[in-house]
């Protein structure tokens, strides 16, 4: 924090007085915001010095491209820290989910989907000229190594885990033949790696990109897939036809596009990526239990289940057979949108920030516990969170607490009535305290029983600091007149 600091006082010449930490990405980079009167910078610590050195020349490429990607504006001496430039908080994921939420993408939403797909093959083929791909990280292309990777992920991390018998020698034959055929074109563009909505800031009206680091040589379909085939995107045939037109137009300006082979190679890679992101989020939500990757499993699912019904792909057979026997499987049957209330409640630590709202509704009750009594301050409590006896028998005798948890109730039970009554869906209540350990856990855990004992609404409670993530039953006795 204190290399950050130099780096903001060395670039603005003012000391920074604010400093927030971001919501962490996928990778175990961490973000801050600096601030100091009228100036900004998004701070970053790096764990990789390779991964770094691939960003800083990757972004050197861009910008002398003219893509829009944040400047960087300092560097530390050991290249593990560096500041570049703030390009707001509005991602295209963000506007997307509002746009999903009022049940329709408007003009606006439309308008910047459109300039994306326009924008992509310059980032591909402006990219790549003149660039040093050895620079990239972790390998220099996508390459069959690559490939096998991600379809074992796909198969130790999400396929294994639905309990499904299979040939291990078939499917491995079919991943082989795959792997040939995502590797039988030209692949001499830069291929962005995770070029998604959650990536695309929206600054001063304009789409500007981030997280490129793990970009490198590879096929042009690769990018396109990623983007219009993103689970929580759920964009629509109609809607993915129409983009598709868009980018190979564009990419036209760079080389001749036969829209039917062109066509023939994008299912291909729908179907890569497809089971490239089952395995990621087989992994971050059955091993890790992040609830964001387990709701997105459903809707993975869907994809993947419309790309079986309507495309064939002969050269694949085994692996085929499979997939229709995992979508048929009760647990993956096709999603519905809940349309019944759920609250979801956090613990959390204030030194790491409030959790984000996945629901796309821009958050909920924050309620503040470090008011109350800390049992953390005491030996024997240091290695227990609230979820244990001796920390609860604590807080249970803590009037403060026991005064604190009836003012929520109030508060949430009314809340929690309204929207009931207005046929909400989702409700946000977080707790915080010094190390979201203690009393923010305490306090989520009465809440989260609380509101199931008496509503029998679908309650899920995450304690961010443990990683644990759980849905409670519903304890409402139900009338059996």
């Known amino acids: 924090m204190d290399t950050l600091r130099q780096l903001f006082l060395q670039h603005t010449g003012e000391d920074a007085q604010t400093c927030k930490t971001l919501t962490p990405a996928g990778s175990n980079r961490r973000y801050y915001r600096l601030a100091a009167g009228k100036s900004s910078a998004i701070g970053v610590v790096g764990t990789s010095l390779r991964e770094n050195e691939a960003f800083f020349a990757i972004a050197t490429q861009l910008r002398s491209k003219g893509v829009n990607i944040p400047e ?33 993408y408007g003009l606006e939403e439309m308008e910047l989907l459109r300039k994306v797909m326009r924008l ?10 003149g660039f040093d791909f050895t620079c990239c990280y972790p390998s220099e292309s996508l390459n069959r190594r690559n490939i096998q990777w991600d379809l074992h992920y796909f198969k130790y991390c ?71 085939w993103q689970a929580r995107a759920n964009f629509t045939p109609a809607m993915r036809k129409e983009l598709i037109e868009e980018y190979i137009q564009s990419a036209m300006r760079y080389t001749e596009i036969d829209k039917a082979t062109f066509g023939k190679r994008l299912t291909l890679f729908v179907l890569f990526r497809t089971l490239q992101v089952l395995g990621a989020y087989g992994y971050r939500g059955y ?30 057979p085994y692996l085929c057979i499979l ?87 109030s508060m949430v039970d009314y809340a929690v ?11 946000m209540v977080s707790f915080g305290c010094t190390g979201g350990q203690h009393r923010s856990v305490y306090s989520a855990e009465h809440l989260a029983h609380h509101l199931a004992e008496k509503y029998g609404v679908r309650v899920i409670l995450t304690h961010r600091e443990q990683g644990i993530t759980e849905e409670l039953p519903s304890k409402r006795i139900q009338s059996t007149c």
């Open 417 to 427: 009535e309204k929207y009931l009554s207005r046929g909400f869906k989702n409700l």
């Open 120 to 129: 992509l093959p310059d980032i591909q083929w402006k990219g790549a000229n």
């Open 287 to 316: 091993f890790e239990h992040k609830l964001h990757f387990m709701q997105s499993i459903p809707l993975a699912m869907d994809n993947l289940r419309a790309l079986m019904a309507e495309e064939e792909f002969p050269e694949l």
């Open 158 to 228: 999400f396929l294994k885990a639905t309990g499904l018998e299979f040939e291990e020698e078939l499917l491995e034959d079919d991943f082989d033949r795959m792997a040939e055929m995502l590797l039988c074109n030209d692949c001499s563009t830069f291929m962005y790696r995770d070029f998604q909505s959650r990536n695309v800031m929206i600054h001063d009206g304009e789409p500007w990109f981030i997280d490129f680091q793990g970009g490198r040589r590879g096929p042009m379909e690769y990018d396109l897939v990623s983007f219009l």
């Open 323 to 409: 997939l229709q026997q995992m979508v048929s499987l009760p647990k993956f049957a096709p999603y519905k949108e809940d349309t019944e209330l759920t609250v979801r409640i956090y613990s959390f630590s204030y030194r790491k920030g409030i959790p984000d709202d996945d629901s796309g509704n821009g958050g909920g009750f924050v309620f503040d516990c470090r008011a109350i009594h800390n049992p953390g301050r005491y030996d024997e409590y240091k290695l227990l969170t609230g979820r244990d006896e001796p920390v609860r028998i604590f807080l249970d005798s803590e009037k403060a607490m026991q005064e604190f948890l009836r003012n929520t109730y």
């Open 72 to 104: 960087v504006y300092a560097i530390s001496n050991d290249r593990l820290c560096y500041l570049q430039q703030d390009l707001g908080d509005t991602s295209l994921f963000d506007l997307l989910m509002k746009a999903q939420l009022k049940g329709s």
